[in-house]
Nanobody
Framework: VQLQASGGGLVQAGGSLRLSCAASGSISRINGMGWYRQDPGKQRELVAGINSAGSTNYADTVKGRFTISRDNAKNTVYLQMNSLKPEDTAVYFC?????????????????WGQGTLVTVSS
């Protein structure tokens, strides 16, 4: 199982970006999915999460500006980021709790994408 993130880049303050993260492999079910971010020298923090029923939660710092969504048919989670601020600059990681099958058995594990850099200039 792999998570492949994309969509990061350089944007001016006030602009928008959309991140995508697609899961692939021998997937039986994707449970919770989320986006985290990390500044150098700081801990990774939760930005937004979405469960299998579509319920969402957000960090206070991004509420009203970011929207997380998922497409279960495509095993993909998105993060629409609007009204970006310089303090949103970070490496963004996607995360998913995935039930997969291997050698006739089912397992559930937490997977991380490779990270995508978002830079917001002032």
């Amino acid at each position: 199982v792999q998570l492949q993130a994309s969509g990061g880049g350089l944007v001016q303050a006030g602009g928008s970006l959309r991140l995508s993260c697609a899961a692939s492999g021998s997937i039986s079910r994707i449970n919770g999915m989320g986006w985290y971010r990390q500044d150098p020298g700081k801990q990774r923090e939760l930005v937004a999460g979405i469960n299998s029923a579509g319920s969402t939660n957000y960090a206070d710092t991004v509420k009203g500006r970011f929207t997380i969504s998922r497409d279960n048919a495509k095993n993909t989670v998105y993060l629409q980021m609007n009204s970006l601020k310089p303090e949103d600059t970070a490496v963004y990681f996607c995360n998913a709790a995935i039930t997969y099958y291997s050698n006739q058995y089912y397992y559930t594990a937490n997977f991380w994408g490779q990270g995508t850099l978002v830079t917001v200039s002032s």
